[in-house]
């Protein structure tokens, strides 16, 4: 009995309701297929009505988008993506829905142990005062280091993130948190934004790190204004803080890598791959980072044409 065998399978869920009093979406679900085809297949005078066709329709495209999201979207993500769909539907019913099917999105995060070391030289004065919003790319940068366990023993995670988009527009991972580390990932930054970032504020905490002679010099270098939270306030860094969560809940709690190796590849692929393009974000309008500032980039650029023309 396969998917190759329709009339067969129709008539299994059919008879597991009749003699067993099994749902028909419950049968669905254990034989593997959906209940917007069995309703499309079953051939019987009691035929559904449009709206449990709708209904078996909304919950295989609520299974396909949890599914693309890594299982990690709530309702609220997921109802976006329907609405880009054009479906008409409320957060709540697609959270009724998602509770019936058994489908949860991200667990709440362990608790993180601070890397956060205060340097001996002079930090820089807090230009951000827990504001992480900006009205354009590349007025706004944050970041932060994170540990990351593997079969092969640890690795730390630099990231540079845009305020505007949450972007991640620079990472680099290494064996040691040090100046280096968070120094490559600047200047994938700078790189992603064709080296014209002069003004640019960058926003960390204390770290030594980030206090040290090395990145101080790079970032004079690229025209970079750095700004730093207070010692011991993770609230004075929580954008970054909160990518950091993100990451460990959505990607990285939920495998083991092997070998560091397999880390690096795997947390860059899912950065460029599905934070970036595709992950929706409510700080960018419930889009993906590179999508809204491809609409936000576009639209200024028709409003300067026009003025042009004018």
Not at 281 to 309: K, V
């Amino acid at each position: 009995m396969t998917e190759h065998d329709p009339e067969a399978l129709v008539a299994f869920i059919g008879n597991q309701r009749v003699e067993h009093g099994v749902p028909h979406r419950v049968a669905c679900r254990v034989v593997g297929v959906s209940e917007a085809w069995f309703y499309k297949w079953r051939r019987r005078p009691d035929e559904p009505t449009k709206r449990e066709v709708r209904r078996a329709e909304l919950e295989d495209r609520i299974v396909h988008f949890f599914r693309e999201s890594g299982a990690t979207y709530g309702s609220p993500r997921i109802t976006q993506d329907l609405w880009a769909e054009n479906w008409q539907v409320s957060v709540n019913t697609v959270a009724e829905i998602m509770a019936e099917l058994g489908l949860q999105g991200r667990k709440p995060p362990r608790r993180r142990r601070s890397l956060t070391r205060q340097g001996k030289r002079r930090a820089a004065p807090d230009l951000v005062h827990r504001r992480f919003d900006a009205v354009a790319p590349d007025l706004l940068w944050f970041g932060d280091m994170t540990e990351i366990e593997t079969g092969e023993g640890k690795i730390y995670l630099a990231t540079v993130i845009d305020a505007f988009s949450r972007r991640c527009l620079g990472y680099a991972m290494g064996e040691h948190h040090d100046a280096a580390l968070v120094g490559a990932s600047l200047k994938v930054a700078a790189a992603t934004r064709g080296g014209e970032v002069d003004g640019t504020i960058f926003h960390s905490d204390r770290g030594s790190e980030y206090t040290s002679e090395a990145y101080n010099i790079l970032c004079d270098r690229w025209g970079v204004v750095q700004s730093m939270g207070r010692v011991g306030s993770a609230l004075d860094n929580a954008a970054a803080e909160s990518f950091n969560s993100l990451i460990k809940v959505e990607y990285i709690h939920r495998r083991h890598f092997a070998t560091r190796t397999e880390a690096r590849l795997k947390i860059a692929t899912w950065i460029t791959g599905f934070y970036n393009p595709r992950r929706r974000h409510s700080a960018a309008g419930g889009l993906p980072p590179e999508e809204f500032e491809r609409i936000i980039n576009q639209a200024r650029d028709q409003s300067a044409q026009r003025c042009q023309a004018a």
